[in-house]
């Protein structure tokens, strides 16, 4: 129930955004209408005051000031001498089979375009069959005060009453009642409205039944990844791919309703624009999803410092799809986007100039914990401190000191320190050196030597890596003897309990060879006063 309440929230609200920005729309602008797009411009040509420069131009503008009862003004778009009641009945004509015609592309480019067996100076952009007789609607190029502007050819005129005739005896204006058939806003008849909408409608209700196979499939899916929350990760996807789905069906409501021309260039206008949002929609949420899958991977697998990157990029990412989708909306609503880009690069160029403290410690973060060289908890000695990782995060890292106090260090500056991270060592070094007094000429060094030597070879705990007892140093004092070995293990504790029990053996060994460790001598010299 939560699902289907937040489905029927999500085509509210895209309903409320559809109506309103098909409000905003000019009726006179000349956007691109369904199955118009748009050709590269071959030369700035000197402008038109009625937008007749390019083909889309005229046909348009002829359209709008038809809708608007401005009969002299459509005049100017049609290439005829007749005038008065004759002239308003043609341009009715021409509007009307205008608006019920399957347009093909109609060029933006004031050359038009190349087409086979046409003039260069023609453009045909629609045909029909009427009556077994194929009429053409094509547009030619004329000169007038020195500038090329687009009109309707003669030929189309005198065709247009046989395609009016054929189109009008199919209305379905004609078998409904004249309340239903009266023209209403955009010169759509309230029962095409009416339509319109039981087909919205309809197409909700066949989103609401498409929606139970995919979702189907998306819990197979998410049961097999092993995603936790997955409740709320398949309402998360299916939200925007549902109202996707409805947007793919309500176009082909309004394609078969067969609405005007300058309804269905508002409508095409409209759905663009929310159909690139919903992308980008629900393009953040498979990415959201892939993060929050790998973020539990990684952190079951005891690697939870890669979180922060995984963070780092899933929102980087996000963010880089609602760029480009308002990039694309602002293209399709007609604005330069490379002025955008330019003066986005200025800024950016600005900003990393200004934030470049902030980026070498992102970066440097983002180095500490790829490269891994330390993790939470390690012990470390960091320039002359001996501290305890707290926390790596992306702009500084925290130690805990053996004051007990918070280090923080930026990881831009950590990234080039040279860190002894006692955590990970395999074994630790055990280094003694023993200043024994005894009389070397007696033999009992070299026994003492032995019973040291054993000692160390048969405590499991000593490792045989570079293990050595020798005799290092002698002086008229004492004999040094160096204790040399690796413990096997990492843990401190461990090591100073035994430590404390192989330096306690080794005192047992000398006192059973009677010797005892050398301490120095001091010698005081007291001068008395002079008798």
């Known amino acids: 129930m939560r699902e289907r309440s937040a489905l029927n ?32 411009p071959e030369a700035a040509p000197l402008p038109d ?23 002299d003004r459509a005049a100017q778009y049609l290439d005829t001498t007749a005038k008065g009641d004759q002239l308003k009945e043609i341009a009715e004509q021409l509007a009307y089979v205008l608006d019920r015609s399957n347009l093909a592309r109609v060029s933006d480019n004031p050359g038009g375009t190349s087409q086979d067996r046409l003039a260069p100076s023609a453009e045909r952009i629609a045909s029909l069959t009427a009556f077994e007789k194929t009429v053409h609607i094509e547009l030619v190029n004329v ?26 005896s199919l209305a379905v204006n004609r078998k409904v009642p004249s309340f239903l058939a009266r023209p209403m806003w955009l010169s759509v008849p309230l029962w095409k409205y009416l339509a319109v909408l039981g087909g919205f409608a309809l197409s909700y209700f066949a989103v609401r039944r498409s929606l139970l196979p995919v979702k189907r499939f998306l819990r197979r899916w998410i049961a097999d990844v092993a995603i936790p929350d997955q409740d709320r990760t ?47 929609w629900l393009a953040m949420a498979v990415i959201r999803t892939v993060a929050e899958t790998y973020r539990w991977r990684v952190e079951a697998l005891g690697k939870s410092q890669l979180t922060a990157i995984v963070r780092l990029a899933e929102r980087t990412v996000q963010l880089l799809c609602i760029f480009f989708a308002v990039l694309i909306v602002c293209r399709l609503a007609g604005y330069d986007v490379t002025t955008i880009l330019a003066g986005l690069g200025v800024g950016g160029l600005a900003v990393a100039l200004a934030a470049q403290k902030s980026l070498e410690n992102l970066f440097g973060g983002v180095s500490v ?11 470390c000695k960091v320039g002359d401190r001996m501290a305890t990782v707290v926390d790596i995060g992306m702009r500084s890292t925290r130690f805990r000191t053996w004051d007990r106090t918070i280090m923080t260090v930026p ?9 002894d991270n006692f955590s990970l060592r395999d074994f630790i070094w055990f280094r003694h050196v023993l200043g024994v007094r005894m009389n070397p000429s007696d033999g009992n060094l070299e026994r003492l030597l032995e019973a040291l030597r054993a000692l160390f070879e048969n405590d499991p705990q000593v490792d045989d890596f570079r293990r050595r ?56 010299q007291i001068s008395g006063a002079a008798g």
């Open 49 to 71: 005051r009625l937008g007749r420069n390019t083909p889309r131009g005229s046909v348009l503008g002829f359209v709008s000031a038809v809708q608007r009862r401005d009969f």
């Open 9 to 40: 929230r999500s085509l509210k609200a895209l309903g409320s955004l559809c109506l309103a920005s098909a409000l905003t729309i000019p009726v006179a602008c000349p956007q691109t209408p369904s199955g118009v797009a748009p050709d590269e």
């Open 469 to 524: 007892i020798r005799l290092v140093r002698l002086d008229a004092q004492s004999a040094d003897i160096e204790l040399f070995c690796y413990i096997r293990t990492n843990d401190v504790s461990g090591f100073l309990a035994i430590q404390e029990s192989l330096l306690l053996r080794c005192l047992n060994i000398l006192d059973s060879h009677s010797v005892t460790l050398a301490t120095p001598l001091q010698s005081v």
């Open 234 to 280: 398949l309402k998360r996807l299916s939200i925007p791919l549902g109202v996707l789905i409805w947007l793919l069906l309500a176009e082909i409501v309004v394609y078969s309703a067969t609405l005007p021309l300058l309804a269905r260039q508002g409508w095409f206008s409209v759905v663009t624009k929310v159909a690139v949002a919903v992308l980008a």
């Open 411 to 419: 990881n831009g500056q950590l990234a080039s320190m040279t860190l």
């Open 143 to 168: 000169e007038q005060a020195g500038i090329g502007i687009w009109l309707f050819s003669p030929q189309t005129l005198d065709n247009i009453p046989v395609a009016y005739e054929y189109l009008s």
């Open 369 to 379: 914990i790829l490269d891994n060289p330390i993790r939470v908890g390690d012990e």
